[in-house]
């Protein structure tokens, strides 16, 4: 499209001499935005390459950001069960499987690219008739149910990992009525919580 900027991650792959090639749009510090190229000689080869450039792991923004924080049963639960789905789609891989420490991955192992995640959350939003939320939008509710549960704006911090107080008491400014701890409890009621 004419006038269009490219995200970042946003390339395409091509043919070219004997194999093929791959661009992808990346923003320096300074602001540039530049394409990066990755070669090989089948596309298979060039999409890997292209997905090392896209996905990177980056360092947290502070410290307390990498600190342990203890996960509600729940969540313990969903995670052994993803471990072992994992496992098994190891062992179906075989010899295709590309060892990592991540939870979340393809079948083959490697790391799930955002659009796929997106379109994978979008269908199952879809099937479950709900409408669809981002990552930080799941952040922001779990701040709210935090202040409907009363828990102290301190502790939300470090559950949040707000590197400011005042990140943290905007948003529990914004909720915490007593209307909407009724409610909530009202929902609870009539799931059976």
Not at 30 to 58: C, F, M, N, P, S
Request: net charge positive; glycine share 6%; charged share 30%.
């Amino acid at each position: 499209m004419p006038g269009r900027t490219r995200a970042n991650g946003e390339g395409s792959i091509f043919p070219y001499r004997n194999g093929f090639a791959a661009y992808l749009w990346v923003t320096k510090p300074d602001g540039r935005r530049i394409r990066k190229y990755v070669y090989g000689k089948t596309r298979e080869a060039v999409h890997d390459k292209w997905i090392k450039l896209q996905l990177l792991h980056r360092d947290t923004k502070t410290q307390a950001s990498d600190a342990t924080l203890p996960l509600p049963d729940i969540c313990l639960t969903a995670l052994k069960l993803r471990s072992d789905q994992r496992k098994e789609t190891e062992a179906s891989a075989g010899n295709a499987w590309h060892e990592n420490d991540l939870i979340f991955t393809t079948r083959y192992g490697t790391p799930i690219e955002p659009r796929n995640f997106q379109r994978s959350w979008q269908a199952r939003c879809d099937k479950a008739k709900v409408r669809p939320i981002t990552v930080h939008d799941a952040r922001r509710t779990c701040a709210t149910l935090l202040a409907d549960l009363d828990v102290h704006p301190r502790v939300a911090m470090q559950v949040l990992r707000h590197a400011r107080f005042s990140v943290t008491m905007e948003i529990y400014t914004q909720v915490s009525s007593k209307a909407t701890r009724d409610a909530l409890k009202r929902l609870g009621d009539s799931l059976g919580c």
